[in-house]
């Protein structure tokens, strides 16, 4: 059987790292299992596909021209990395995010936030009369994906004056749907319930609840639920 000259056979280039893959099975399973999904990637979402990409929509066109994009989710990667570069190095065009400190006087100390997202919380848990204290990533929770142990650093834990405790992930609604975080806050949702603290992902509708709450202290107002909406 004619086998091709090793020079004109097919390579598959990682385009995180720049690792070099020999089939697209390889290349495939070293992205997700080496990268994370959502900041670096994102996957197809046709079942016959699954393939790793950083952009959705131009996989769609050149993939896949006849199907709809899902209207949900992320559509291309947080970070872009381009490795054909002349000069043999990497360029990084990393995503523009509020981050800073916050002094904290519930806390007696400086908290890091590092969205803008973050930050608003961070304000509103000030304010809200309820809330005893807060810290950011307090703990590491273990989690397995795709074969993988992770350590999960949840972003809040929020302690209330009646002694109940609240863990807190702060996300936007187009990251809820990635494979990895679901599998974070699986683990950490059983983490809280072994100890009676409730878990929930706060999102945009949570975010517009909460500033209500706040906003209404010493008035009747409904609950957030576990999906921070």
Known sequence: MFEKPEKDKRVYQCFICGERLSTFDLFKEHITKNHEEGREYICCPL???????????????????????PKTG?????????????????NTQKPHFREGYMVSHKNGKEMHYRSGMECEVYEMLERW??????????????????????????????????????????????????????????ACNEYCLARTWKFMVLT?????KL???????????QPLNEEGE
């Open 129 to 186: 009369n309820e809330v005893f204290k807060y810290e950011e990533e307090p703990f590491p929770v273990r989690y397995s994906f795709l074969g993988i142990e992770h350590d999960y650093f949840p972003d809040i834990r929020i302690t209330f004056k009646d002694g109940t405790v609240e863990v807190w992930e702060v996300k936007p609604s187009s990251q809820t749907q990635i494979a990895k975080n679901k599998a974070k806050w699986q």
């Open 211 to 221: 500033r209500e709450k706040v906003s209404r202290q010493g008035k009747p107002t």
């Open 204 to 208: 945009e509708k949570g975010m517009n």
């Open 74 to 90: 992320p559509s291309r990667s947080i970070i872009w990395k381009d490795i054909s570069t002349k000069h043999g190095k990497m």
């Open 47 to 69: 079942a016959r596909c699954q393939a790793p990409v950083r952009d959705l929509k131009a996989h769609f066109k050149a993939k896949h021209p006849h199907d709809k994009m």
